[in-house]
């Protein structure tokens, strides 16, 4: 075996190597956004289990209200439509930019369907509109605090499929840019 065709076959080995290192960290780090969108999916989730539980016992006392209800009840649909899309493609930069937009639209909406609830003394009587109250005041921080590490994971992604030489695998490699809620 000649010198240049050995120098042909370590450079091989090495670019093959390169290659297998930047695939393999790049696959950690969209596992990390993975992860991290569990942990936004179970808040939100959490917080639509509230939401239902709410709008089931508050739709008929606040039947005068019906266009508060009707505006939470369509915004946490376009909540969840937008969550199993990103559900279906957690890097899918325009799933995760609707969900952003849908979940400003609920917590617009939610903010008069909870003042209304709490000018009810009858209803926060109730232990499960109390419950659902409750659940609804526990869910920013926590939605917060996950959104914050999905954001983290996928700036991290971005960073690592934009650095070069990755960025000459990105597209080979089918590794996308990560959106931000």
Same mark, same amino acid.
């Given at each position: 075996?000649?010198?240049?065709?050995?120098?042909?076959?370590?450079?091989?080995?090495?670019?093959?190597?390169?290659?297998?290192?930047?695939?393999?960290?790049?696959?950690?780090?969209?596992?990390?956004?993975?992860?991290?969108?569990?942990? &936004? =999916? %179970?808040?939100?989730?959490?917080? +639509? #289990?509230?939401?239902? $539980?709410?709008? *089931?016992?508050?739709?008929? /006392? @606040? !039947?005068?209200?019906?266009?508060? &209800? =009707? %505006?939470?009840?369509?915004?946490? +649909? #376009?909540?969840?439509? $937008?969550?199993? *899309?990103?559900?279906?493609? /957690? @890097? !899918?930069?325009?799933?995760?930019?609707?969900?952003?937009?849908?979940?400003?639209?609920?917590?617009?909406?939610?903010?008069?369907?909870?003042?209304?609830?709490?000018?009810?003394?009858?209803?926060?009587?109730?232990?499960?509109?109390?419950?659902?109250?409750?659940?609804?005041?526990?869910?920013?921080?926590?939605?917060?605090?996950?959104?914050?590490?999905?954001?983290?994971?996928?700036?991290?992604?971005?960073?690592?499929?934009?650095?070069?030489?990755?960025?000459?695998?990105?597209?080979?490699?089918?590794?996308?840019?990560?959106?931000?809620?």
């Amino acid at each position: 075996m000649s010198t240049a065709s050995l120098s042909w076959l370590v450079a091989l080995l090495v670019l093959g190597l390169w290659m297998l290192g930047a695939h393999n960290r790049v696959t950690a780090l969209k596992t990390a956004v993975l992860a991290a969108w569990t942990q &936004v =999916d %179970a808040a939100l989730q959490i917080r +639509a #289990q509230a939401l239902g $539980a709410l709008l *089931a016992k508050v739709a008929e /006392p @606040l !039947a005068s209200e019906a266009a508060a &209800v =009707d %505006a939470v009840a369509g915004a946490l +649909a #376009q909540v969840q439509a $937008a969550s199993e *899309a990103v559900r279906r493609a /957690p @890097l !899918a930069r325009d799933a995760v930019a609707d969900l952003g937009k849908a979940d400003a639209v609920l917590a617009a909406v939610l903010v008069r369907l909870v003042a209304l609830v709490e000018q009810q003394p009858a209803l926060l009587g109730d232990e499960a509109v109390a419950a659902a109250l409750q659940a609804l005041r526990e869910a920013p921080p926590r939605l917060a605090f996950a959104r914050q590490l999905f954001n983290e994971a996928g700036s991290a992604y971005n960073a690592a499929t934009s650095q070069f030489p990755t960025r000459l695998l990105a597209s080979l490699l089918r590794f996308g840019q990560a959106g931000r809620l």
